[in-house]
């Protein structure tokens, strides 16, 4: 079955520390996406691709990085540069880019908890 | 004004019960909605795609109102499984021509459906 694939599901980290979360899909998707979502709060777009080797930053990308070496895969790490990093992370993809004409699919998300 | 707005609720409801939330957004170049399904803890999930003409599927009804700049979902006959965050999703077009799109996700509407 195709989809989007995202790990670990949860993951605690201690402050200082980099972290890097995996998100894999097998749709043939060029556009990735890393989405952010906080307790009754939106999805805040973090980074996007819309091709192998190309990225871009969203609204929120201080503290985070990505790279887009293989079109199934977007990992993206959270820096220690990040000031609150304890979040619900969500992948996703589309085609077109931002889907215009579809939508999106997304992974089952990341729980990143800060001690 | 922000870009794309929902009354976040809790709309507490009965089973059976009709209930309908609106989303306005405020670029008038938006070209594209989406409505979208959240269960608490997980990743959002395309509900239905909003058209000009309106969509219905099954007891699920989404409109679109160019001139208010709105949209809306209604849902008929409510069920226990239908208590979920339900999310708008708005894209304005950037390149007439071509895919790029600057989406929006509004906060989400939480739904509530009792015994």
């Known amino acids: 079955d195709g989809g989007i694939t995202q790990s670990p599901k949860y993951l605690f980290r201690k402050e200082g520390q980099n972290v890097t979360l995996s998100c894999e899909q097998n749709?043939?998707?060029?556009?990735m996406y890393w989405y952010r979502q906080d307790p009754g709060q939106g999805l805040r777009l973090i980074y996007y691709s819309q091709i192998v080797n190309d990225f871009q930053k969203g609204d929120i990308a201080e503290g985070y990085s990505v790279s887009r070496e293989k079109k199934e895969s977007f990992p993206l790490t959270v820096t220690s540069a990040q000031k609150n990093p304890t979040a619900f992370y969500l992948c996703?993809?589309?085609?077109?880019?931002?889907?215009?004409?579809?939508?999106?699919?997304f992974g089952e998300g990341s729980r990143l908890t800060v001690l | 004004r922000k870009e794309v707005e929902q009354d976040p609720g809790p709309f507490n409801v009965p089973e059976g019960a009709t209930v309908a939330f609106n989303c306005t957004y405020s670029?008038?170049?938006?070209?594209?909605f989406f409505w979208y399904r959240q269960d608490c803890r997980k990743e959002p999930k395309l509900l239905m795609s909003?058209?000009?003409s309106g969509n219905e599927d099954g007891r699920f009804t989404a409109q679109l109102n160019r001139a208010s700049q709105y949209i809306s979902l209604l849902i008929r006959d409510s069920k226990l499984s239908d208590s979920a965050t339900y999310l708008c999703?708005?894209?304005?077009?950037?390149?007439?021509?071509?895919?790029?799109?600057?989406?929006?996700f509004g906060k989400g509407t939480k739904l509530s459906v009792k015994p």
């Open positions: 996703a993809s589309s085609t077109p880019f931002q889907g215009v004409a579809g939508e999106l699919f």
């Open positions: 909003v058209y000009s």
């Open positions: 749709l043939n998707h060029d556009a």
């Open positions: 999703v708005v894209i304005a077009i950037m390149n007439y021509g071509g895919s790029q799109g600057n989406l929006i």
């Open positions: 670029n008038s170049a938006s070209q594209s």
